[in-house]
């Protein structure tokens, strides 16, 4: 409001504000803050339906999964739900390195994503309807199934008859199905009978070691503790 | 995969995520990554295409790689642990702005690292491929598809299956790395141009490889989030 009000009052020649002037300085901040109001009164809900045990959900998260975080995490919650800080833009301040910026500290305002947050998920989706086209309906076509339901159940290569598919590794045999089944999609590579398809597993497993050690990181910052890891887990 | 940046999408939407507070990565994990994706996912994918002899070992080495993305996971758990009996963390952290991030070494090096990894695997790779005299060895028969619907050898049909998924990854993780430049700046920590930055790293795809590509952008974007005070942008 001090903001507003010294804006005003510097736009205007002589000394004093007219009422009209007065009021739109009025209600611009009272816009400002019901936006502001209306979620600090959200958060606050949300916060206390948590601490009241309301449903199942808020019962766990109260009582597991808070006990188990570390105070930052919890600081984090919580401050999540408060609107960024503003300052007086009259008083100047020195500028101060800090781990929480003000919001005209930073090079430009912060924006919310908007639709394009959800335009970035739809693409990444259509990367994978890409990829799932290509592993599972495409090669249907050209019956690679079969060839491949082949060599799974007689273990036999036809690149390399005095090759055996191995079928036990655990001594588990629902595991080793998924092993020899993995196996058997890896060997036409890896024993280089198709010496392309060897040099693209190569390159294509070769550069999964930067996206690995990149989750990894992502998986062990502050924020994205818990979130993260079970799904790094569940995706790899 | 693709799925993985759908979800990293969501998770990173606040602005409270992007606070220099809650980038940290605590001492014991930033230490450890390095060792962790070194000894979990390198090792065994070298230890994967090692020219074996025997079948036997071939495939079992195979199916040792597939869940090495996990190995890594439980490996930073397991060094984080013996880490911090080693070197426990003091309980009153007082950390103070001005000072370097406690963890922006470690993380450049693991981003330098895989870089260098990554760019040691492109060049030979690019090379292996230009001097190559096979002709069953060539950048046709490692990185065109084959989209002709028609009998396949198994491993040629198993080529195009891997080949989708590559290019599905790859595209996913161009986008994920352009995305990541733009919620920077979404969020003012940077002042680049998105189009340009994303066409530096199209380019940095095709001369290093994709997956140093990644690394090169997360030294820059973990330089950036680091910041706790960030440069006004300039008037223009």
Sequence with gaps: MVNELVKALRQQPTDSLTTSQIDSVFSQVQTLREERVRKLVKDAHLQQRLEALESPWNKITALFLLPIAETDEVMFGVSKNLPLSYKLDTVDLPPRPKFVPFQDELARPPKPRGISGWLQAATYIACSALCYYGMWIQPAKYGLYDHFDTVVKTGIFHENPSFPLKTTYTGIGAIDEILTFLDAAFMSGVARWHKGFWMLQIYFLGFLLQPIAIWGVESFRKRNNMALISLYVGFS | MPLFYVAYTVISAGEPYWWPLSRDVPPRYSKTILPAVLLGYALPTVLMFWPWKD?????????????????????????????????????????????????????????????????????????????????????????????????????????????????????????????????????????????????????????????????AVWYWRESAMARTSVPKEEAS
Excluded at chain 2, 98 to 120: A, N, Q, S
Excluded at chain 2, 174 to 183: G, P
Excluded at chain 2, 192 to 200: F, P, Q, R, Y
């Design chain 2, 55 to 215: 079948p036997n070992m071939v495939q079992g080495m195979t199916a040792f790689w597939q869940p090495s993305p996990i190995y890594v996971q439980i490996l930073i758990v397991i060094f984080a642990y013996f880490y911090n009996l080693r070197y426990p963390e003091p309980k009153h952290n007082d950390r103070k702005a001005k000072d370097e991030p406690r963890d922006l070494k470690d993380l450049k090096l693991i981003y330098i690292v895989t870089f260098l990894i990554g760019v040691f695997l492109h060049f030979g790779v690019v090379y292996t491929l230009l001097t190559s005299t096979d002709p069953q060895l060539s950048f046709r028969t490692t990185f065109v598809p084959d989209i002709e619907i028609r009998q396949k050898s198994l491993g040629e049909g198993l080529r195009n299956l891997w080949l989708s998924d590559f290019y599905g990854f790859f595209l996913a993780s161009f986008l994920w790395c352009s995305y990541a430049v733009w919620d920077l700046k979404r969020v003012g920590r940077a002042n680049v141009d998105v189009w340009k930055a994303s066409a530096l790293i199209a380019l940095a795809n095709i001369l290093f490889g994709p997956g140093s590509a990644m690394s």
